[in-house]
């Protein structure tokens, strides 16, 4: 029984440091494990002491834990709709939402956690999806170049030396014609010269 | 010779708060009651200079403490935390006239101000003369209370109520642990409840 009205007595006391804002971790431990009716019971008069002792007109007495109780039915309430929303599997790429109205402290981040790295890990999916597709083509190219290059290992390469100058001459020729008319019709049709766009690569030839 | 200046802090403007916050934060609802708890006689009296209707007030402030609750995880301490539930709950009650088509008071309460003025003087269920008799007689035996405390008690709850001085600097003017003084400011709230309770009981 003593040791009831001891610890009543802590917890009051607590109280009394808490309403004047000096509680300390203690304390606050303390009175989270309390009664709220009665902390509330008490609070009010200290709050009707205080004001009373500052001319502060008074408190209405009575209202105790009613607020509270209003609050957390409240805030319970929100708890509740929170449970119902439909849970959305993330393995289908579906994002859940959660609403910023209803994002409460007792359900802390870790959904909006969740849902950043859910969408996080989308965009990567969907960037290296892309991704893929967009080199798949691009490596089939690749390897169908290096196919057809394979076989040029087996090419006879005859030296530039080795060549007949005169038809290398009469091919380069020809070929700096072909460029020729090739500059003159797209200047024509794009308005933009191809010519300094170009670079004419020609054998050297041997005088 | 001397002379210490203590500051005089603001009443409730805690780190206990903060503490109380931080534990809200990490999703202790509990810790929210205390607040609630804490800070509803102010925060109604606060409303109660907008709303003049008692149960609309307490609709309002219902409604205050839920947006604090629901917007906690924003509060950084950047202000104490009653600054902060005191511009929410002055915000609701303002919206709340606007709803309902009733003008807000041109001007804000002061904050600083705010206890000056009766905090329960607009609400029309105690502004009678019967409850002015009654609050001028607690008022008398609160006082009569107060002198019959021992000298350490008188004291310490003096310096904390009227002084608004911390522990710690209490305890640094009457030379005693910040536990005493903790306890013994405790013992004076509760010598004077006894005192007054039976007016309490009467329907107060």
Redesign the interface.
């Known amino acids: 029984m003593a040791a009831l009205n001891e610890n009543a007595s802590e917890m009051l006391t607590s109280l009394s440091a808490m309403f004047d804002g000096e509680a300390s971790e203690l304390d606050i431990e303390r009175l989270l494990h309390a009664d709220s009716a009665e902390l509330s019971r008490q609070l009010e008069h200290f709050h009707l002491i205080q004001q009373t002792l500052h001319k502060d007109s008074t408190v209405t007495l009575g209202l105790e834990d009613s607020l509270l109780l209003r609050v957390r039915a409240e805030l319970d309430k929100d708890d509740e709709l929170q449970a119902e929303e439909p849970v959305i599997s993330l393995e289908k790429n579906v994002l859940p939402f959660v609403s910023p109205k209803k994002a409460s402290p007792s359900r802390p981040n870790w959904r909006v956690m969740l849902s950043g790295v859910a969408v996080a890990a989308s965009v990567s999916f969907v960037i290296i999806l892309g991704g893929n597709g967009l080199l798949t083509s691009d490596t089939v190219h690749t390897n169908a170049v290096a196919e057809v290059r394979t076989p040029t290992s087996n090419m006879i390469v005859t030296p530039l030396a080795e060549l007949d100058k005169e038809v290398l001459q009469a091919d380069n020729i020809r070929l700096q014609h072909y460029l020729r008319q090739h500059a003159e019709q797209a200047a024509m049709t794009v308005g933009q010269g191809m010519i300094p766009m170009a670079r004419v690569v020609s054998y050297p030839v041997k005088e | 010779m001397n002379t210490v200046l203590y500051e005089v802090p603001m009443?409730?403007?805690?780190?206990?708060?903060q503490?109380?916050v931080e534990?809200?934060?990490?999703?202790?609802?509990?810790?929210?009651?205390?607040l609630?708890?804490?800070y509803?006689?102010k925060v109604?009296g606060l409303i109660g200079r907008y709303v003049q209707d008692?149960s609309e007030a307490?609709d309002v402030?219902?409604e205050s403490?839920?947006k604090a609750?629901?917007a906690?995880?924003s509060f950084r301490g950047e202000s104490a935390f009653y600054t902060w539930l005191y511009r929410i709950a002055v915000n609701t009650a303002k919206n709340y006239l606007v709803s309902r088509s009733r003008r807000p008071p041109e001007s804000d309460v002061e904050l600083d101000n705010e206890?000056?003025?009766?905090?329960?003087?607009s609400?029309s269920?105690?502004d009678t003369p019967e409850?002015k008799l009654?609050?001028d007689r607690?008022?008398k035996e609160?006082?009569y209370a107060?002198q019959q405390l021992p000298e350490e008690l008188r004291s310490a709850l003096t310096l904390?109520?009227?002084d608004g001085l911390?522990?710690e600097d209490i305890s640094l003017i009457m030379e005693c642990p910040v536990g005493t003084v903790?306890?013994r400011?405790?013992r004076a709230?509760?010598a004077?409840?006894k005192h007054?309770h039976p007016l309490?009981d009467t329907g107060?």
């Open positions: 009443p409730h403007e805690t780190s206990s708060d503490a109380l534990k809200v934060q990490q999703g202790d609802k509990r810790a929210f009651d205390l609630v708890i804490k509803q006689y109604i008692r307490l402030a219902q403490f839920i609750y629901r906690i995880e206890e000056v003025f009766s905090v329960y003087e609400l269920d105690i409850a009654n609050s607690l008022e609160i006082h107060i904390r109520e009227f911390s522990y903790r306890s400011i405790f709230r509760e004077v409840e007054i309490m107060e």
